[in-house]
Every structure is written in structure tokens, then in C-alpha cells.
């Protein structure tokens, strides 16, 4: 396999701008599917789970591999809802590129802003597809415009659409200057098309968009600055060549357009993935750690370096659990010991796949720049590096955002306590923003997760799927709490028995503090008045008691402990009196620093038809929230604003009832704040 030939990318975008259809279309094009599913039929190979078909929504990521002219494409088609963006942001840590779709009429909407921060954070180049431009109220040059000032990347359209709406008819590749024209007809399956020279009613506005373009490129472009400065002919190499290398730089996006629905325009953008997306090779060497040593090394993507690979996706499977991984450097071979270098665990890969949404292929090996699945794991979770046994190498974890929301489940009969406790822990393990724990005060099983909707997907995925009999209570906020003021309390715990006793004996520091982490601790112990081994015991102490708060159980966040003072004894101090000793002195440290009850804050968008404004508004206004900012897009009202989730909740069927089902909306989580007295006296 030709590694230059290899392309790692992603369809990703807005809930409903059209990507599961895209990959559909592609899959058809590319000969991996013989017929095309239809999201409204639930006939999607990308949407496989039964949750997905009956929502019309993708739920997880689904990776499948196929073929495009010389090129090998490995896809993945992400979720568009916010509940589902860990899907999203794991993918894309393991892809080399993306193309994010924009639909005509809707354009930069509130989840395509989140995609694309996550794609800058990995730096991850892009294509633009502006879709659904057969959609009354589709304007290409408009979503170009919102690209260029809500997302702060230049935007450069390569083609420009011929008719719009109704009467859009196929695109003008600004490139080679020929129009591409589909044949519509109703069974038509979107391969016959004719390459033609531009319509005459086109030929101005597209000399006038290829000038435009080529002066974008020059702009940022080296090669091709002093050719355009002179006045020289530049060939459509040059101009293919300096697309491919300002994408791959992150200098620009190219911009495309088309209908994946009426299939036209996905055959260009195939072939736009083969010209300017990066293969493997083009992405820098892979930098990870030695686990041993700390110090920074480096692999190439090449077969010959040593093997190295980043488990991104755990799927339960009934032959044992599918770890999906992504291998940057080396090869695996089925029969293999690798190591899992963050745990320091020998692994044994039985088997390997290549996989196609839900079905897979057995293969013998996986090398460097391809994805796949094994299985055979028993230690590794997503975020884990994988790597050859004598050349250990950790790479960067992936972080995930913490739950909002939580639930309480009962299984209804003790034979049931068993499967629910063991299908937990299997979805917990698949998904790193579901969490489960025992609630110490009501002895009551909580889950807890990114929202409504992941919850209520979680939950009929364990009725449904895993035929779990169990009662599931109401949704409730997962609160945080923090302290109002900086306070010096002294921790002790001495106790005195027969033969050896126990001795911790601290004084911290405890401060509001907004850093990375939520608990910030720093040991500024002089002199060796407590061994280091035991400020490991305090600091340990304090991060586990710092997940039960004061005011309701809730853990705390934004604090910053510092570890001033203390003493020791000769034969009674242990590790285990000084990480009690660390939980006294937090827990009386939080009473007397006023402890504050936080709740989720999230950032809201509504979309609404004009009429609706004024209901819309006063309604989401009896909610407690503030609106930021309104506008318009394409004919719908836009309103932005923050809210707290506790109020949201049920709010999908009020937004519906209000609008006649023709308004939406979208949250993510913002950040904590001070919750008023009403909800503390509701949740105390």
C-alpha cells in the first residue's frame, strides 16, 4: 500500500447540514455500497444502531474504509449533536483531515463553531461543502462570508454552483474552468454528469471567481505571490498545487458546493480529498514521551520506525471487546504482544479488523497510517498509547468534558443487579462521557452524561439492546461546588493504639483558584519537615476528598490547596495518616472558606421562524436566561444567549409546541456559576 495514496479524514458538521447522506453518497461512489441508505428511511450503512435509525441522528462515530481512483480513503462519519461530541472530538484526533459540511440555507450554525475549534485544537486541515444548495433560500456566497468572519478562517471557493434552489443544476470548477452538469432525473443516481465549457450566462461571474481565487491564493500562498504580482500565466497545476499546500498548512479552507441529497457535486468533492487533503506522510512526525524517562521522542509515519498506535474507540463486541486504533508509526500483526506504555501492560492482539460501519474484514496487519480495530485488549481504554514492547512511547491523552447531567437506576429485581452493574460498566468503557457510581448517601446507582438526549440514548440502549429490566428516575443537574475565600486550616489525625499508632500532621493553604485542573495543588513544604512520599499521601488525600463537597456531595472545582507546614513522628507517621489527615483538613477548611453551590451555565441557540420571535423570547426569558445577541440567517431568526441547564429541562417539547415544530435549538455546556439561594435550598 502506497502511503501517499492513503487519506485519514472525516465528515463532520451541524446537526441535520446533511453528513450522514454525504458519507452515504461517497460510500456508493466509491463501490463500498451497492444501493444508497436514506437517513428518513433509516437505511444508513453509517447509521447502524437501532437508536440512530429510529432518531433519523448519528449517535456514534462509524469508521469504514474504501477506495477512490488510486486513492485509499479511511472515513469517519461523526455525530452532529452536542450530547455526542466526544465522538466527534475523538475522531478527530486521529485524523489527518476533515471535510466539514455547512448546509446552503442554515450555514454556520452553533455545533459547526464547536466542530471546527476541535479541528483547530488538532490542527486538522479541511474542505468546506456547502450543502443542500437545491434548498430554497441556499446562498453559496453567503455561507462563504459566515465561514470567513464566525469561524476566523479565510475561506476560498474552488467552484461556484450553476442555478441555485430548484434549478441548481451542477458546479463550475474554478480550477480548470468547466462546468460539471448533472443529468436530473427522479431514479437518477447521481453518475451521469458531462463535463462541458461554462454556460454563457456563467462565463463572466466565473473569469471574475477564478481571478478571486488565484489572488486569495497568491495572498497566502509563496510560490505563487510573485507569478501573480508579474502578471504571469499560472497553469492549473500551480493553482492545484498551491490549494494543497495552503490547506495542509491551515492557511485556508477550499470552499465546495453542491447536494449530496440530490446527488450532485460529491464525485468533485472526492476527488478534491484526493488532491488536497494530507496523506499520513504530510502530517509531522507523531511526538509522544518515554515512559521511562520523560524525555520527547518522535516517529515518522513510516512502516520501518517502530510500532506505535493510539486507541481511540472502545465498542463492546460479543466476541470480545473492538478497540479501535490508529497506528502512526510501525506495523501490528495479529498474534502480537504490544505494550500499553500509560499503564505499563502487556497486551495480546488476537485479531484484527478493518471495519465497515458495523461489519468488518479480518486482516493480518495494520501499518503505519491506517485505521482499524483489534481485539484481544483486556487493559486499554480509549485515549491509551499502544507501542513496540522494547520502544516504549506514550502519546498525548485526550481530554473529555465533564457530565451535566445525572440520573438515578434501579435494577427491579436482584437477579437484574448483576447485568445492570456489568452493561455499566461496558457502555462507561465505550463512552468516556458517560460516567456510573453508587451515590454514598442514598446507596442509589447514578449515571451521568453530556444531556438529555445522551442520557435517554443510554437508557434505551440498555432496555433495548442489553434487555436490562430496571426503573430509571427523573434527569437532575450534576452541581459542583467551590469556596468563597482564602483560609489556613490545620489537618491532624493522631490516633493511638497498641503497638504502632497513627500520626498526619499537616497546615494548607485553601484559595478560590481558576486553573487547568480543578483541584491545583502545590507543595511548598521547605526544609524536609514531611518526606516526599507522604506530601504524595496529602496530595492524594485532598484530590479524593475534593469529589465530595460540603453543601449537597457535590465535588469541588476551582480551588487551589497549597501545602504550607506540618510534623511527623519517627515510628507512627504512614501514608495513610497523612492522606486522612489532608481529607480533615479540607473538609473543615471548605466549611470555614463559605462553601458556593455552582451550576451548569450553557451556551444557547435558538432558531426560529419570524412570528415566533416574541413568544420564543419572553418564554426562554422565564428560564433565567440572558440573551446575548440576535440575527438573522437565510429567512429564520437566530437567538443566542446563556442559560442554566436546570431550567432547560423538557424545553425541546416547549420550543416545539411555541413554533408549530418549526423551531430548534442547540446547547453546550459554558461553564460553572453561583447557583441563586432557591436551588441550593432545592438540591441542599
Not at 246 to 269: D, E, H, R, W, Y
Not at 410 to 436: I, R
Not at 484 to 510: A, C, D, M, N, R
Not at 532 to 559: C, F, H, M, N, W
Request: aromatic share 8%; hydrophobic share 35%.
Amino acid at each position: 500500500m502506497n502511503i501517499e495514496k492513503m487519506r485519514n479524514f472525516g465528515i463532520a458538521a451541524h446537526i441535520d447540514a446533511g453528513k450522514t447522506t454525504t458519507s452515504e453518497r461517497i460510500l456508493f461512489y466509491t463501490g463500498k455500497s451497492y444501493k444508497m441508505g436514506e437517513v428518513h428511511d433509516g437505511t444508513c450503512v453509517m447509521d447502524w444502531m437501532e437508536e440512530e435509525q429510529k432518531r433519523g441522528i448519528t449517535i456514534t462515530a462509524a469508521a469504514t474504509t474504501c477506495f477512490w481512483k488510486d486513492h485509499h480513503f479511511n472515513l469517519i462519519d461523526t455525530p452532529g449533536h452536542v450530547d455526542f461530541t466526544v465522538e466527534v472530538e475523538r475522531s478527530l484526533r486521529v485524523l489527518d483531515g476533515a471535510v466539514c459540511v455547512f448546509c446552503g440555507v442554515g450555514g454556520v450554525e452553533a455545533q459547526s463553531e464547536t466542530v471546527w475549534r476541535q479541528a483547530d485544537k488538532y490542527n486538522v486541515p479541511r474542505i468546506c461543502f456547502v450543502n443542500k444548495m437545491d434548498r430554497t433560500g441556499a446562498d453559496f456566497l453567503r455561507v462563504v462570508g459566515e465561514i470567513n468572519e464566525r469561524l476566523g478562517m479565510k475561506a476560498i471557493p474552488i467552484q461556484m454552483p450553476i442555478g441555485s434552489e430548484q434549478s441548481f443544476l451542477g458546479v463550475v470548477d474554478l480550477v480548470t474552468m468547466k462546468a460539471i452538469v448533472y443529468t436530473d432525473t427522479e431514479d437518477s443516481l447521481g453518475v451521469n454528469f458531462s463535463i462541458t465549457e461554462i454556460p454563457d450566462d456563467y462565463k463572466i461571474e466565473a473569469a471574475r471567481q477564478r481571478e478571486k481565487m488565484i489572488e486569495g491564493l497568491a495572498e497566502q500562498v509563496d510560490c505563487l505571490t510573485e507569478k501573480f504580482l508579474n502578471g504571469d500565466s499560472i497553469s492549473n497545476e500551480e493553482i492545484k498545487k498551491a490549494i494543497r499546500e495552503g490547506t495542509i498548512n491551515l492557511k485556508f479552507v477550499p470552499v465546495m458546493c453542491g447536494s449530496a441529497f440530490k446527488k450532485k457535486g460529491v464525485q468533485p468533492l472526492l476527488d478534491a480529498v484526493c488532491d488536497y487533503l494530507p496523506s499520513p506522510i504530510d502530517k509531522k512526525a507523531v511526538v509522544g514521551t518515554n515512559p521511562n524517562t520523560d524525555e520527547e521522542i518522535t516517529r515518522k509515519p513510516l512502516p520501518t520506525e517502530p510500532f506505535c498506535a493510539l486507541a481511540f474507540k472502545i465498542a463492546s463486541d460479543k466476541h470480545g471487546d473492538l478497540t479501535f486504533i490508529r497506528v502512526y508509526s510501525g506495523k501490528i500483526t495479529s498474534g502480537s504482544r504490544v505494550l500499553n506504555s500509560g499503564k505499563d501492560k502487556k497486551e495480546l492482539v488476537s485479531r484484527i479488523y478493518k471495519m465497515h460501519a458495523n461489519n468488518r474484514e479480518q486482516t493480518e496487519e495494520l501499518s503505519a497510517g491506517e485505521i482499524g480495530a483489534v481485539i484481544g485488549l483486556k487493559y486499554t481504554v480509549t485515549g491509551d498509547t499502544l507501542c513496540d514492547l522494547d520502544n516504549p512511547i506514550v502519546l498525548e491523552k485526550m481530554e473529555f468534558p465533564e457530565t451535566v447531567i445525572s440520573m438515578a437506576i434501579e435494577p427491579k429485581s436482584d437477579a437484574e443487579k448483576e447485568k445492570l452493574g456489568m452493561v455499566l460498566a461496558k457502555l462507561a468503557k465505550e463512552d468516556p462521557t458517560f460516567k456510573t457510581f453508587v451515590d454514598k448517601e442514598t446507596g442509589q446507582q447514578i449515571i451521568s452524561g453530556m444531556g438529555e438526549l445522551h442520557l435517554e440514548v443510554i437508557k434505551n440502549r440498555m432496555l433495548s439492546e442489553y434487555k436490562v429490566d430496571a426503573n430509571v428516575g427523573a434527569p437532575k443537574v450534576s452541581y459542583r461546588e467551590t469556596i468563597g475565600k482564602k483560609v489556613e486550616v490545620e489537618g491532624k489525625f493522631i490516633q493511638q493504639t497498641g503497638g504502632h499508632g497513627q500520626y498526619g500532621h499537616i497546615w494548607i493553604i485553601l484559595e478560590p483558584f481558576k486553573g487547568e485542573e480543578a483541584v491545583t495543588f502545590e507543595d511548598d513544604i521547605v526544609g524536609g519537615k514531611i518526606p516526599k512520599q507522604y506530601v504524595r499521601s496529602v496530595e492524594k488525600g485532598i484530590r479524593d476528598a475534593a469529589t465530595t463537597g460540603v453543601l449537597g456531595g457535590y465535588p469541588l472545582i476551582d480551588i487551589k490547596v497549597t501545602l504550607t507546614d506540618g510534623s511527623t513522628h519517627p515510628v507512627d507517621s504512614s501514608d495513610f495518616a497523612f492522606y486522612t489527615a489532608a481529607s480533615i483538613a479540607l473538609k473543615k477548611g471548605v466549611e470555614m472558606a463559605k462553601s458556593i453551590l455552582l451550576e451548569p451555565i450553557m451556551s444557547l441557540e435558538i432558531t426560529v421562524p419570524e412570528q415566533y420571535m416574541g413568544d420564543v423570547i419572553s418564554e426562554i426569558h422565564s428560564r433565567r436566561a440572558n440573551i446575548i445577541e440576535m440575527g438573522s440567517r437565510g429567512g429564520l431568526r437566530i437567538i443566542k444567549g446563556e442559560v442554566p441547564l436546570a431550567e432547560m429541562f423538557g424545553y425541546a417539547t416547549v420550543l416545539r409546541s411555541i413554533t408549530q415544530g418549526r423551531g430548534t435549538y442547540t446547547m453546550e455546556p459554558l461553564e460553572y456559576r453561583p447557583a441563586p439561594a432557591k436551588a441550593f435550598s432545592s438540591v441542599a
